[in-house]
């Protein structure tokens, strides 16, 4: 039986494919290089690390360093390339970051310019690559422990917000903190908090609970980022750390040129989320 071809890239919610699909990281990313899978990666090859992607050229690298080093919540580094090689063999033997992300985005002087699915023709000598952990490691922690999860239920993207909260400057990166955030009952955080705090390779623990405009979020129903995920009475937000803040740290520092991931179109590597640092 054939895998499915996902062939639009902003899929609709009740049109998602079957993530069942893909069990290893090697065979979800088989098929995002193909082109037979172009939709986000949440619960996609579930026991496998999922990182956020940043690509820069190697002018900006130290000072990027810089930054996630500074922010290790946001930006918890899972790997960085030599300058110029697309390959990240610490991270997978055959992963190839200008064709394994289902769906990046181009910045220009921190505008968004492009979405293609691959970046081939853009790649240089002077570019290097930063992958930085990811939520979507820890949900199947979460899922383990008997906390229900709606975006993954109900085949979403996860919601993410830009915030009020600072980060710490490195260079000329700069910006807002962005949040992931998923809605539960108050038992359920408080286990979600004891479960995430182990592993702070993947964000760690929230860094909020509760009321959204605490912290800069003016409108929980729309998301800057992601699919909205509704929030059922007797529920409170839990928000996390999230990995797209470069992202909204690229929008502030504007540097000439830069690549990312699409917010939830993740790269899938071969590292276990068993095998991760436990605090």
């Not at 088989?30 to 990182?51: C, D, E, F, N, Y």
């Not at 239920?153 to 990166?173: D, H």
């Not at 929030?231 to 750390?241: D, M, T």
Request: charged share 20%; aromatic share 6%.
């Amino acid at each position: 039986q054939q895998h499915p071809i996902v062939t639009a890239v902003h899929r609709s919610p009740s049109a998602a494919p079957d993530r069942s699909w893909f069990k290893s990281a090697r065979e979800a990313r088989q098929a995002i290089r193909a082109g037979r899978w172009r939709t986000h990666t949440s619960g996609l090859a579930p026991a496998h690390v999922q990182g956020n992607v940043v690509i820069l050229p190697a002018a900006l690298a130290s000072d990027f360093l810089r930054f996630c080093q500074r922010n290790p919540k946001p930006c918890p580094l899972l790997a960085v390339s030599e300058p110029g090689d697309p390959m990240l063999p610490t991270l997978g033997a055959d992963i190839d970051i200008r064709s394994d992300v289902p769906l990046y985005r181009v910045w220009r002087d921190g505008e968004l310019v492009d979405e293609p699915t691959d970046i081939g023709a853009l790649w240089r000598d002077d570019l290097v690559s930063f992958v930085l952990g990811c939520s979507f490691s820890f949900e199947r922690a979460l899922i383990d422990a008997g906390i229900e999860l709606r975006h993954v239920r109900q085949g979403k993207n996860v919601a993410m917000y830009r915030t009020n909260i600072a980060t710490t400057p490195a260079g000329s990166f700069h910006g807002p903190l962005v949040v992931s955030m998923r809605p539960m009952k108050a038992a359920d955080a408080i286990r979600a908090v004891q479960v995430t705090a182990r592993v702070p390779a993947v964000h760690g623990a929230p860094v909020h609970l509760g009321d959204p405009a605490l912290i800069g979020i003016a409108d929980i129903e729309h998301p800057d980022f992601g699919d909205p995920v509704a929030i059922e009475p007797g529920e409170l937000p839990v928000f996390w750390a999230c990995g797209v803040t470069p992202q909204a740290v690229v929008m502030a520092a504007r540097p000439a040129f830069c690549i990312t991931h699409a917010p939830g179109y993740m790269l899938i590597t071969d590292r276990l989320n068993s095998d991760l640092p436990f605090a």
